[in-house]
């Protein structure tokens, strides 16, 4: 994971300084302010990959890729891409050549593999920094379609940077979320709750993980078919959306079951939580083929980690496993109702 990092930063300050070159040589004002700020922002990227290569040195962020050796062969692979569209001197180049090569380089740097580890290293839904990542290559994409016809090869670049941007996102998109609900998938939620107990460690802040079942799930199949069965859930993941917060990760869990991480969040805030999640599932409006409504409920559980020591893989364990039998309660105690939340401590996840 270190040298996964590494190669990050190298990559994205190898950006910095052609981008630098570039504004300082360019003859054409707009372009070569649009180079300058460019490179700003590849300043910023590199900031973001250095405190999480130093966070790692620490010890405080776990590995969060399944297949680290071909992850690094990739972003290696890319790097030696880079580094061979460079040109020597770079102020002998026309701007027309500097836009080119501005756009060979923002293609290398969209290969996918950005795109998961923005995913995977970026706890929450809020995407600040993959969206940065978009703002800074349509940039370079407007600065091309102001100053180059449109059947010029720069214009054609410009297109190609677009429709690589566009398939970077779905396909981190696929690897990371469940094509029903839009929501995470289970590895995408096991990535970013890696993340999260780290954190959450770091910090010594507590962390919550929910887990909502779909309460008589099967019947609603049996007595509707499975297309209404599939609107529900992506009724109740709606649902779930609306009484979190922007900063909680929503998971599609399994079939029917749901997991929420709920950062900052205490055992004392899992009643009102869990409250509107249940009073929000109940408002849902599901009309079934003859538009008679088809009634949802679920049952919810929680665990929360009240972090102690070092970060432990073993949290992970033991925060799902607090949160089902905490919904198992609520199960056995009648359905469309909260458990009890358990309590996990670090010292308990690493026995």
């Known amino acids: 994971m270190r040298e996964i990092l590494a190669t990050c930063v190298e990559l994205d300050s190898l950006a910095v300084t052609t981008y630098r070159a570039l504004s300082e040589h360019c003859s054409d004002e707009d372009l070569a302010s649009v180079f300058d700020q460019l490179a700003h922002e590849e300043e ?16 405080l962020i776990p590995d969060v890729v399944n297949d680290p050796e071909n992850l690094l062969q990739d972003l290696r692979q890319v790097r030696d891409d880079v580094l061979g569209s460079l040109p020597d001197d770079l102020s002998a180049l026309t701007p027309a050549q500097m836009v080119e090569l501005a756009a060979h380089l923002e293609f290398f740097m969209l290969d996918p593999v950005f795109a998961e580890l923005l995913e995977l290293t970026e706890p929450g839904r809020t995407g600040h920094h993959r969206e940065a990542y978009a703002r800074h290559v349509e940039q370079l994409v407007g600065a091309i379609e102001r100053n180059h016809s449109a059947d010029s090869l720069a214009r054609f670049l410009a297109r190609v940077l677009k429709r690589a941007l566009r ?10 979320h469940d094509p029903l609900t839009g929501l995470f998938n289970r590895r995408g939620l096991i990535s970013h709750l890696k993340q999260w107990i780290s954190w959450a460690h770091r910090y010594e802040r507590p962390l919550m993980v929910l887990l909502v079942d779909v309460d008589e799930f099967k019947r609603v199949n049996d007595e509707h078919g499975h297309a209404v069965g599939d609107y529900a859930l992506e009724c109740i993941a709606g649902a779930l959306r609306d009484s979190t917060r922007r900063s909680d990760l929503i998971a599609r869990y399994g079939g029917d079951e749901f997991a929420i991480v709920a950062p900052e969040t205490d055992a004392e805030e899992y009643t009102a939580l869990a409250q509107r999640i249940l009073s929000s599932v109940r408002d849902i409006h599901c009309p079934n083929w003859d538009g008679a409504p088809v009634p949802l409920r679920v049952s919810v559980g929680g665990a929360v980690l009240s972090p102690r020591g070092a970060y432990s893989e073993r949290a992970i364990d033991a925060l799902l496993a607090g949160a089902d039998s905490s919904l198992y ?11 009890w939340p358990v309590l996990v401590t670090g010292t308990e996840a690493d026995r």
């Open 44 to 59: 910023s990227h590199v900031i973001w990959w250095q405190e999480l290569l130093d966070a790692w040195d620490q010890g």
């Open 167 to 176: 398939d970077n996102v779905m396909l981190a998109a696929y690897a990371t």
């Open 329 to 339: 309660e609520a199960k056995n105690s009648g359905r469309d109702r909260a458990g």
